[in-house]
């Protein structure tokens, strides 16, 4: 008999948070976050405009989405303070 035997092929939806972030200058989705836990800074910089901040506010349990709000307030404060 020859049954064909199916293959399962069992697709694993790779749900992986994505590391980009919208960038508040230009607007394009391509900041990228990263954090250096050992000397406890993390670097922010858009692969659009090369806008770039470093924020040294992190702690063990920072997540990546952590420096993203505190780089989008520095940075609308840093307009601010242009204005
Ligand atoms: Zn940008």
Redesign the pocket.
């Known amino acids: 008999m020859g049954r064909r035997r199916r293959q399962k092929v069992r697709r694993r939806p790779q749900k992986r948070i994505p590391d980009v972030y919208p960038?508040p200058?230009?607007?394009?989705t391509?900041?990228k976050i990263e954090l250096y836990r050992d000397s406890g800074t993390a670097t922010v910089k858009?692969g659009?405009?090369?806008?770039e901040m470093t924020v040294d506010e992190i702690n063990p349990l920072t997540e990546p989405v952590d420096i993203y709000g505190s780089f989008i307030d520095r940075f609308y404060e840093g307009r601010k303070a242009e204005a």
């Open positions: 960038c200058d230009c607007g394009n391509a900041i858009c659009s405009c090369g806008l």
